[in-house]
């Protein structure tokens, strides 16, 4: 059983960061797949980024180059930094997590991820 709580939400003008962390607390919660998901009003629940290691991370093709996903293993912790914030990517985020041995780990799907957090929310004006 994994328990995540994210933190570090909150509204800022486009252009702007700003840096979501999750803390994870759990069995070995260090060998479990780790992810950022964003649901929007409206809209379907997305992946955003994922990680196994800090190097296999995995991020959808609107936020290449402008999100970086890390965990330090040492602090249980998960985090997104997010630079260059723009008015779509305002929504709801949520970290999640998985078992490294289930299909899920690769999935890059909410579908694929066991446990959940409650979420942080994220509003990026113009």
């Known amino acids: 059983q994994v328990h995540l709580v994210e933190s570090g939400g909150g509204s800022v003008q486009a252009g702007g960061s700003l840096r979501l962390s999750c803390v994870a607390s759990?069995?070995?919660?260090?060998?479990?797949?780790m992810g950022w998901f964003r649901q929007a009003p409206g809209k379907e629940r997305e992946a955003v980024a994922t990680?196994?290691?800090?190097?296999?991370?995995r991020y959808t093709d609107s936020v290449k180059g402008r999100f970086t996903i890390s965990r330090d293993n040492a602090k249980n912790s998960l985090y997104l930094q997010m630079n260059s914030l723009k008015p779509e990517d305002s929504a709801m985020y949520y970290c999640?997590?998985?078992?490294?041995?289930?299909?899920?780990?690769?999935?890059?799907?909410?579908?694929?991820?066991?446990?959940w957090g409650q979420g942080t929310p994220v509003t990026i004006s113009s």
């Open positions: 999640a997590a998985v078992s490294a041995t289930s299909p899920g780990c690769i999935s890059f799907s909410p579908s694929g991820f066991t446990y």
């Open positions: 759990g069995d070995a919660t260090g060998t479990y797949c």
């Open positions: 990680i196994y290691t800090n190097y296999y991370t």
